[in-house]
Nanobody, 122 residues
Framework: QVQLVESGGGLVQAGGSLRLSCAAS????????MGWYRQAPGKHRELVAGITSGAVTDYGDFVKGRFTISRDNAKNTVYLQMNSLKPEDTAVYYCHARTVVLRTTIIKTDYWGQGTQVTVYS
């Protein structure tokens, strides 16, 4: 089991910045990838950014160089630096972690944080 605790959301004016943090605990040695998703009212949850244990990153198309994901493996923490925020970035941001365990087969399990609200006003 993995527990995820997010922090850093809030209210910010358009053009401003926020930094989200997500600390993992529990079976952190099994974590392969971590990342951030977001969900706005009436919309599907979408990938914002992801990072593997080998520091390979992936971003949603809408990020366009504005956000940076990073990971501190020693602290089991992933960060999302968000710059040049826009009102359309308003959403609940969820931390995600995927564990990969080899038993008789490969078992992948997804974990989610409780979500943190990001509101960008113009």
């Amino acid at each position: 089991q993995v527990q995820l605790v997010e922090s850093g959301g809030g209210l910010v004016q358009a053009g401003g910045s926020l930094r989200l943090s997500c600390a993992a605990s529990g079976s952190t040695n099994e974590i392969n990838a971590m990342g951030w998703y977001r969900q706005a009212p009436g919309k599907h949850r979408e990938l914002v950014a992801g990072i593997t244990s080998g520091a390979v990153t992936d971003y949603g198309d809408f990020v366009k160089g504005r956000f940076t994901i990073s990971r501190d493996n020693a602290k089991n923490t992933v960060y999302l630096q968000m710059n040049s925020l826009k009102p359309e970035d308003t959403a609940v941001y969820y931390c995600h972690a995927r564990t990969v365990v080899l038993r008789t087969t490969i078992i992948k399990t997804d974990y989610w944080g409780q979500g943190t609200q990001v509101t960008v006003y113009s």
